[in-house]
Structure formats: structure tokens, C-alpha cells
């Protein structure tokens, strides 16, 4: 795994990615958290200032983004009032099938040993309590850290980068407020997050193999572009539409423009066509269609950034 800072194009590879981590994530006495929420707070966290690009790493294996992690900046505030800066961690996000395969801890003490180099005094974070400890991390009421409530918590731990920087003053640890996430602002995001994969999921069963192949090759091929439903049609859209695609009855359908069309009308010469429109029999339709799939949509990503 080659560990690099996470680019915009990787915004929405990074979504899925925290999603699929933590939509499969289990406390250790097996229950699951109520609600799946990391993956909006990724999206919405780089937007804020308290958020640290320097500190913003994926993880790649074989040109697909298998890991993530991102910093905050947090505070402690003293009982003099004075405030002592800390940074936090937050998701950190691997991809289920990668687990146990140390990717975790790989990009965990990249991440850290950026922090110390950048100057950072200390890490504060709410984590699993017997994970965290391998990085150095120790309760945070070692240092007479308490949460803004005064409340002490097991997954609640510090690592010092620098020494003597968490003092025997103590105080209460603040995080951004971006983590007190808005439930209006969040199902609405989310039900145009999951508007594809909902809509797979209400085709015929004998299709649907397909249909998430076809969206697997065009989130490869186009990872910046936003995830919607327009005109019904799951769509893929970078300031303008790009490219659609459809379960009709017995066909899958491809839209991606009069234009797209016209430039790939003679790889188009075996299929039924009309004048914006490709249609691929069921039946027939496999890896060569695919292929020719990824690069009408690559074509439409370059069209339309000129």
C-alpha cells in the first residue's frame, strides 16, 4: 500500500470507502453503532477550518484507494481559561475485505510521524482502547483530560507529541463543532449518496450483477464526478451530465450524448443506437461492452472539461 495526501479527485472514492468501513463496523460486544454517519462527516470536514489537508492521507493499492484518515485541529481549554492547541484524528477508514493486512497501522504512523514533523504538541482522540495503545496513546484522565461534560471515557486517549506538552493542569477537550453533525443536512445527503445503489437494488435480480459492474467501471473512470438520479437514470454529473445509464426491459441503456455518439459511432456500428443513446442486450452484454462503456465515459469527462 503506497500511502500519498488524499487529492479532490479521490473525494468521493474516500466517501464510499468510509462508508463501506463503517457501515460494517461492530463494538466489541458485537453490536452496531444506530447509524452510519462518517462517511457525510468526511464529506463536509474539509470544507471547515479546522481541517488539516497536510494531514489528509489515502491509502492505494493497485490504482484503488483502500484507506483513509484525517485531522482536525481540537483544543483544551484550562480552568485558567487559557486554551492549549491538539489536533484529533477522524474517520480513519479501511476497506473491509483489506482488514488485518496492516494497512491500519501503516497509515496510522504515517499520519503521526507527519504530525511530529509538522510541529503538532499532541493527538488527542475517542478510539478503541485497546487499539490505540500500540501508537503510545494513554488515557487522557493521565493527563486530567476531561470531555466538555467533565465526563471520563475509556476510549478517550492522548498522545503526547512533544514532552511536557500535556501539563498536570488538566482541563476539558474540545473537538470542531463540524463533528456535531446536523440530521436534517445529513439524510438529505445521504439519500442522494445511496440514490444509485437504491436504485440497483430495485431492478430485477438477474440484472443487478450488471448494473453494479457498470457503476464500478464508471466511479474507476470517473472518480471526481457526483453520483445522482436525473431523469431517472443514475447519472454521473461534473458540472454538467456526463454520462447515464438505465435498466430498460431487456437492454441496458447508455446515454451519454448526442456528441459522445457521433465520436464513437463506428464502435457503436453493432448495437442499436438513436441519436444520444447506446443500447446493450442483456444477454450479450459483458466485458468488451465494459470496456467500450469506460471509454465513451472517459471521453465525456474530457469533452467536457475543455
Given at each position: 500500500?503506497?500511502?500519498?495526501?488524499?487529492?479532490p479527485?479521490?473525494?468521493?472514492?474516500?466517501?464510499?470507502l468510509?462508508?463501506?468501513?463503517?457501515?460494517?463496523?461492530?463494538?466489541?460486544?458485537?453490536?452496531?453503532?444506530?447509524?452510519?454517519?462518517?462517511h457525510?462527516?468526511a464529506?463536509?470536514m474539509?470544507?471547515?477550518?479546522?481541517?488539516?489537508?497536510e494531514?489528509?492521507?489515502?491509502g492505494?493499492?493497485?490504482?484503488?484507494?483502500?484507506?483513509?484518515?484525517?485531522?482536525?485541529?481540537?483544543?483544551?481549554?484550562?480552568?485558567?481559561?487559557?486554551?492549549?492547541?491538539?489536533?484529533?484524528?477522524?474517520p480513519v477508514?479501511?476497506a473491509?475485505e483489506?482488514h488485518?493486512?496492516?494497512?491500519?497501522?501503516?497509515?496510522?504512523?504515517?499520519?503521526?510521524?507527519?504530525?511530529?514533523?509538522?510541529g503538532?504538541?499532541?493527538?488527542?482522540i475517542?478510539?478503541?482502547?485497546?487499539?490505540y495503545?500500540?501508537?503510545?496513546f494513554?488515557?487522557?484522565?493521565?493527563?486530567?483530560?476531561?470531555?466538555?461534560?467533565?465526563?471520563?471515557?475509556?476510549?478517550f486517549?492522548?498522545?503526547?507529541?512533544?514532552?511536557?506538552?500535556?501539563?498536570?493542569?488538566?482541563?476539558?477537550?474540545?473537538?470542531?463543532?463540524?463533528?456535531?453533525?446536523?440530521?436534517?443536512?445529513?439524510?438529505?445527503w445521504?439519500?442522494?449518496?445511496?440514490?444509485?445503489?437504491?436504485?440497483?437494488?430495485?431492478?430485477?435480480?438477474?440484472?443487478?450483477?450488471?448494473?453494479?459492474?457498470?457503476?464500478?467501471?464508471?466511479?474507476?473512470?470517473l472518480?471526481?464526478?457526483?453520483?445522482?438520479?436525473?431523469?431517472?437514470?443514475?447519472?454521473?454529473?461534473?458540472?454538467?451530465?456526463?454520462?447515464h445509464?438505465?435498466?430498460?426491459?431487456?437492454h441496458?441503456?447508455?446515454y451519454?450524448?448526442?456528441?459522445?455518439?457521433?465520436?464513437?459511432?463506428?464502435?457503436?456500428?453493432?448495437?442499436?443506437?438513436?441519436?444520444?443513446a447506446?443500447?446493450?442486450a442483456y444477454?450479450?452484454?459483458?466485458g468488451?461492452?465494459?470496456a467500450?462503456?469506460?471509454k465513451?465515459?472517459?471521453?465525456?469527462?474530457?469533452?467536457?472539461?475543455?
Amino acid at each position: 500500500m503506497i500511502v500519498r495526501l488524499e487529492r479532490p479527485g479521490d473525494y468521493r472514492a474516500v466517501e464510499r470507502l468510509t462508508f463501506a468501513a463503517f457501515e460494517t463496523f461492530t463494538f466489541p460486544d458485537g453490536s452496531k453503532p444506530p447509524q452510519v454517519n462518517e462517511h457525510y462527516l468526511a464529506h463536509i470536514m474539509r470544507d471547515v477550518p479546522a481541517f488539516v489537508p497536510e494531514l489528509d492521507f489515502v491509502g492505494e493499492q493497485d490504482g484503488e484507494i483502500v484507506a483513509n484518515i484525517m485531522y482536525t485541529q481540537s483544543k483544551i481549554v484550562r480552568p485558567s481559561g487559557e486554551e492549549l492547541a491538539t489536533l484529533t484524528f477522524g474517520p480513519v477508514s479501511i476497506a473491509p475485505e483489506r482488514h488485518n493486512q496492516g494497512f491500519g497501522t501503516k497509515i496510522i504512523r504515517h499520519s503521526l510521524d507527519c504530525t511530529r514533523r509538522l510541529g503538532y504538541g499532541a493527538v488527542i482522540i475517542l478510539g478503541h482502547p485497546t487499539y490505540y495503545p500500540r501508537f503510545a496513546f494513554k488515557p487522557a484522565s493521565e493527563y486530567k483530560l476531561t470531555l466538555p461534560d467533565g465526563s471520563i471515557l475509556d476510549a478517550f486517549m492522548a498522545l503526547e507529541l512533544r514532552g511536557g506538552y500535556l501539563c498536570a493542569d488538566g482541563g476539558k477537550w474540545y473537538e470542531d463543532k463540524v463533528f456535531a453533525i446536523d440530521p436534517t443536512a445529513f439524510e438529505k445527503w445521504n439519500k442522494e449518496f445511496h440514490a444509485i445503489d437504491d436504485y440497483i437494488a430495485a431492478q430485477a435480480e438477474a440484472i443487478q450483477p450488471l448494473l453494479q459492474s457498470v457503476l464500478k467501471t464508471l466511479r474507476r473512470v470517473l472518480p471526481a464526478a457526483m453520483e445522482k438520479i436525473s431523469w431517472q437514470m443514475p447519472t454521473f454529473w461534473q458540472g454538467r451530465n456526463l454520462i447515464h445509464f438505465a435498466a430498460q426491459k431487456n437492454h441496458l441503456g447508455i446515454y451519454p450524448g448526442a456528441e459522445a455518439m457521433k465520436h464513437f459511432a463506428p464502435l457503436l456500428a453493432e448495437y442499436k443506437t438513436s441519436k444520444g443513446a447506446v443500447r446493450f442486450a442483456y444477454k450479450t452484454c459483458g466485458g468488451e461492452q465494459l470496456a467500450l462503456i469506460a471509454k465513451i465515459a472517459a471521453w465525456c469527462a474530457e469533452h467536457n472539461a475543455k
